[in-house]
């Protein structure tokens, strides 16, 4: 199924090839969660990212179990710098 | 009218005295999880060089200051928002209820997902608490490691120097504060902080961090070790928002607002670095984690929370960093707009840089590094948007006649 994934800064470069931007559509298995997104693409699996399904924060405790549905908007966000 | 405030952060604090002042009767209470009074995270590298107590990081001094002013700060933390019901949950298992809710949680150090980050002598600089625990281990002469040489890191390094450590920085990026320099800037200040006795390892991943014999040591991806009694972590933040899980509250990269400062949710604003709000360049929604947003967004989504409709102009990105005294600063589209032209003049003997970028002829973003001088010009000429007309091409030829500029421009116009 197809699913429309978003991040940003360091983490652009694990969208698939050819990708222009910050978003891409993407093919995932049914049934897939946040967490085997982030393994397909080859990202880094830290606990602290802000992850979030149609806008709504996913918890850590939810990434490994939330299943995603077609045409889910999915985003993972890299830390920020600050000051 | 009933406003709770999620987080004594600047954000929080401002909003509340805001609320305070705009409506005299209204119950104001702050909710903050940490044990001290509110206090500015960016007064920590001063704590650390021993400028400051602790005291001294509180953002209001003064024990009954938020008391005198009827603001009601109490030490809880907020597990859930019930917004159909306008009500916040607390872990102490009480609640409270509201009718305006401001989020103003603010962010938490992230570590890299690399074997040993959790070990005892790596630490993050970002609380008091944190802040306590680098003290205890960087003294004279010991051996710090300093993850991340970004904005906050290059703050820590400062201050990580001064304490006189033996201090190695680490940065993943191929230059030192990639995301506010380009790489003559993130040079310059690489042969600054190595001429000051820092060692700098750019372009250099942690593959893990171990510990054998009282001591530490990161392995490196490329196959090196380095030796360490102290690890300080300062590899980014990421925004306090898992306790808006379930709420409808539309979150990116944070909790996205309106130019009200208004989230997806009406009657629950949010403001500082918890916030993704317009950025002034581009007039998209970004998080900037600085404490000049912060404390705007707090007075303007108080004055909205009030009922007085405000729009939020637009924070401009921009850091000013002081990096064992050499001053860099950073602003807006620094790296230069779509269509757009820029002008340099480095001078590397003497440690001095200036970028310029325009936008036809206004001038959208900078960099300057040695040139203190120039910042109050440089963020005034982009924030009005001043024409430049025929000094963009004289800019463009010397870009360090920025000053003169500013006064026949702004000059002409009054």
Redesign the interface.
């Known amino acids: 199924m197809k699913i429309q994934f978003k991040t940003g800064g360091i983490f652009v470069e694990h969208l698939p090839p050819g990708t222009d931007g910050s978003s891409a559509e993407i093919d995932v298995p049914e049934g897939a969660t946040p967490i085997d997104v982030m393994r397909q693409l080859g990202m880094p699996l830290g606990e602290n990212y802000l992850v979030s399904l149609n806008g709504e924060v996913v918890v850590i405790s939810e990434r490994g179990t939330k299943k995603l549905s077609e045409n889910d908007h999915l985003a993972v966000m890299p830390p920020l710098k600050g000051g | 009218m009933n406003h709770v405030i999620i987080g004594a952060g600047p954000a929080g604090v401002i909003a509340a005295e805001t609320l305070r002042k705009v409506d005299p009767h209204a119950s104001v209470t702050i909710v903050s999880d940490e044990p001290e009074p509110p206090y500015s995270r960016?007064a920590i590298p001063y704590l650390l060089t021993g400028g400051v107590g602790e005291e001294g990081t509180y953002l209001r001094h003064g024990a009954d200051h938020y008391q005198r002013l009827g603001i009601d700060v109490r030490r809880e933390r907020v597990t859930r928002v019930h917004a159909k019901d306008a009500r916040v949950e607390l872990e102490g298992g009480g609640h409270l209820d509201f009718d305006r809710l401001l989020i103003a949680s603010g962010?938490?150090a992230?570590?890299?997902?690399i074997a040993g980050m959790d070990l005892p002598g790596v630490e993050n600089c970002w609380t008091l608490t944190d802040a306590r625990r680098v003290a205890e281990g960087a003294t004279k002469g010991s051996r710090v490691v300093l993850m991340g040489a970004?904005?906050?890191g290059c703050?820590v390094l400062e201050a990580l120097a001064k304490r006189g450590v033996e201090l190695t920085v680490i940065e993943m990026g191929e230059r030192m504060l990639p995301?506010?320099m380009d790489e003559v800037g993130g040079e310059m200040i690489a042969r600054w902080c190595e001429a000051k006795g820092v060692r700098v390892m750019t372009g250099t991943r942690v593959a893990a961090v171990d510990a054998a014999n009282g001591e530490l040591a990161l392995a490196l991806e490329d196959g090196g070790a380095v030796p360490a009694d102290l690890v300080v972590c300062a590899?980014?933040?990421?925004?306090n928002?898992?306790f808006?899980?379930?709420?409808?509250?539309?979150?990116?990269?944070?909790v996205?607002v309106d130019a009200q400062l208004q989230s997806?949710v009406a009657g629950i604003y949010a403001a500082g670095?918890v916030a993704q709000g317009p950025d002034f360049s581009t007039g998209e929604r970004q998080?900037h984690?600085?404490?000049p947003t912060a404390s705007e967004h707090g007075r303007v989504a108080a004055l909205n929370m009030a009922g007085r409709r405000t729009p939020f102009r637009g924070s401009l990105s921009m850091?000013v960093?002081n990096t064992l005294g050499l001053i860099s600063s950073s602003f807006g589209l620094w790296m230069g707009a779509e269509g757009g032209e820029g002008a340099r003049a480095a001078d590397a003997d003497r440690f001095r840089y200036l970028r310029l970028e325009f936008d036809r002829d206004c001038l959208v973003g900078a960099l300057a590094l040695g040139l203190t001088q120039h910042v109050g010009v440089i963020r005034g000429l982009i924030q009005t948007r001043v024409r430049l007309g025929d000094w963009k091409k004289r800019l463009m030829r010397d870009p360090l006649r920025v000053m003169d500029a500013y006064l026949d421009c702004t000059q002409k116009r009054a």
């Open positions: 960016m962010s938490h992230v570590r890299p997902p970004g904005f906050i703050i995301r506010m590899t980014g933040v990421s925004p928002v898992d808006l899980a379930g709420t409808g509250i539309e979150v990116e990269d944070g996205l997806s670095d998080v984690a600085i404490q850091n960093l």
